[in-house]
Structures are given as C-alpha cells and as structure tokens.
C-alpha cells in the first residue's frame, strides 16, 4: 500500500502534541509503528487491539517470567504508544467510530489492570506479605476512580446538554482558587503509563501501588472540592 508520509506525519495531533512527554517522546515513536500499520494496510479493528495485547503480554512476563521484568518495562511503553497509534490509524483512514473510542477507553483500563495484578502477585510471592494484596486493591480503586471521573464529567455535560465544558470549569477553578496550573500538577495518561514502565521494570511494585493511591485518589477527589458550589 502507497503511504501518505504526510498524513502519518499529521495523524498524530491534536492536544497530545502540547504535552512534552508525548511530543518529543511518545508521538514520533508512534509515528514510525503508524507507518508501519500503514504498509501492512491492517484493519482498523485490529489495531485498536494492539494497545491491549502489549499489555497482555506485558502482564505475563511479569507474572511467568519475573526475571525480565524491563522486557515488561518496553512492552507497557509500546502498549500506551499503539494506544496512540489506534486513535492516529482511524484518523488517517477517517474512520473514527463509537466502537473505537469504546474500545479505547476499556483497553487501557484492563491493560493496567493486568499489569497490577501480576505485579502484586510476584510481589506477594517473593515477600509473603498479604499488605501488598490490599495496596493493590487501593491502587485499582484509584486508578478506576480517576478515570471514570474524568469520562463521568464529559457524560454529564452531554447528557444534560451543558453548555459549560465541565473539564475546562473544573481547570479554570483550580486555578482560580489555589493560584495552581493545572498542568503543573497533571497526571495524565502518558505519565501513568511511563510511571508503571519504569517501576515495573526495576521490580518496585509497592511504590507503583502507593504512587497511584496517592496521586490517583487526589485526582477525583479533587472534583468533589473544586467543583462544590459557591453560596
């Protein structure tokens, strides 16, 4: 299949692009798998697999194989950068579906799921500890918590017909009431993602789950004071 480099190149955009993380790290790696999705000419549904299945098997080396745990490490990079990739494929193609953004949404949140399980469990294995059973549990919860407070806050806006983008209100009062740059203080996805490649790839699970329950529960908590109305 004949390859547009242009639109690789411009497929990859959007509000990721303002993200240095993503920008200077994540998006030209995406690029170069977008190209290579591109010459295959693979099916749209396909690709919106892909991020799950690197963290299927990133899952698994850390659960069979604990020795090569930065193995682990690299497929969790590349598993959040095909989630790049899925989104890039459709636009490139103009084929963005509900289904896709469906199946966007969910992957990442079984993939992490796995990740957690299986490091919890080679953690309670080598320590016999039951502790780090119920710091996985927190980290989980966290993690499910801040993430469906982000898509409740959208789902809201367009079930009620809000004119007022509720994300951009909930910025806009941080900001308003603590003087703070929301993104001076964002955990957004591609710092998830690299905080569960790094820590899993050094084998340190239990900082992983505490990072998580900490920062994860601050962030829907955070709505709830930000968001609460004025008298």
Known sequence: MKVDKKRIQ??????HLTKPLIRYFYAPLARKFLYLVA???LPIQFVNTFNLLFAIFAGLIIFFYPNYL?????LIIVSFTMD???GAWARYNQKRSLYGKWLDETNGLVGVFLVFAAGAWITFVAKGDVSILLLFGFATFAYMMMNYAGVLMELIRYRYELKENLSDAFKNSLSKKTGI???SIGFS???QWTIIAILAALNQFVILFW???ILGNLQWMARYIILWPKR
């Open 10 to 15: 411009y497929s990859v955009k959007g509000e």
């Open 84 to 86: 790049l990739v899925d």
């Open 70 to 74: 930065w193995i682990a490490g690299l």
């Open 181 to 183: 740059k929301p993104s």
């Open 189 to 191: 996805f591609e710092y």
């Open 211 to 213: 990072v998580f329950i």
């Open 39 to 41: 010459v295959l000419n």
